[in-house]
């Protein structure tokens, strides 16, 4: 079945860059994504990937793609105390226009002043 | 601001009710989707409503099921409630045949705790 990894802590300090990795398991996989959920809030979609893309940058996010290795990164440049929030990897296997995404556990970002 | 609103915010009910939970999409979106987080956890897949039917249920029982309305507004309903139905219940509307990447937007969710 699928699956997606995610270490559940990050911290950084302010103005560092901040990486968050995720694995998947389904190699058929057509989109990854990337949600930020903060408190009390639903998800919000940050960016997101193609399956034949490597990388994608989108003014301070970068994602990067390992699809032989089911690797998929999340780098935020010069780490706000705004970007404290909890990061959500996603994927979406083909399944035939239905949509189902599987969400790891995400990953909870503390930014330090 | 997603324009995806959910009511109520916080429910509590006890072991055996029933609920409703009701969601309003973004104007034009004719699919919602019901995901069901557990604290700590990642949202998990309920099921998707198409042109008001279902057309994707992932592994909950039975007793969750759901209504999507011609005016944009749709309802989960979980029956014979149990404690591990504790969870914030999240609605997300999108426009299907657009491009799926960006086009989901999430609701705020309901907070719903069983007791």
């Known amino acids: 079945g699928e699956d997606v990894e995610q270490s559940l802590f990050l911290s950084v300090r302010e103005g560092d860059s901040s990486v968050i990795n995720c694995t998947y398991t389904?190699?058929?996989?057509?989109?990854l994504y990337w949600y930020k959920q903060e408190p009390g809030a639903g998800l919000q979609l940050l960016t997101y990937?193609?399956?034949?893309?490597d990388m994608k940058q989108d003014q301070r996010l970068t994602v990067l793609l390992n699809k032989k290795d089911k690797h998929l990164s999340l780098r935020i440049a010069d780490t706000q105390t705004g970007d404290s929030a909890i990061y959500f990897c996603?994927?979406?296997?083909?399944?035939?226009?239905?949509?189902?995404?599987?969400f790891g556990r995400g990953t909870s970002l503390i930014v330090h002043p | 601001e997603t324009g995806v609103t959910q009511s109520p915010t916080h429910l509590i009910k006890t072991r055996g009710q029933q609920v409703t939970l009701r969601c309003s999409s973004q104007?034009?979106?004719?699919?919602v989707s019901w995901y069901q987080q557990a604290l700590g956890q990642g949202p998990q897949f309920i099921f998707q409503y198409y042109r008001e039917e279902e057309n994707g249920r992932g592994n909950f029982p039975p007793r969750f099921s759901g209504l999507q309305f011609p005016n944009y507004s749709s309802e989960l309903n979980v029956n014979a409630l149990e404690l591990d139905d504790s969870a914030l219940y999240l609605c997300?509307?999108?426009?299907?045949?657009?491009?799926?990447?960006?086009?989901?937007?999430f609701g705020p969710g309901t907070r719903l705790t069983v007791l």
């Open positions: 104007s034009g979106h004719n699919t």
């Open positions: 997300a509307s999108r426009s299907a045949g657009a491009a799926s990447t960006d086009t989901q937007y």
């Open positions: 996603a994927e979406t296997p083909p399944t035939g226009g239905s949509y189902i995404p599987t």
């Open positions: 389904d190699s058929s996989s057509t989109y």
């Open positions: 990937i193609f399956s034949n893309m």
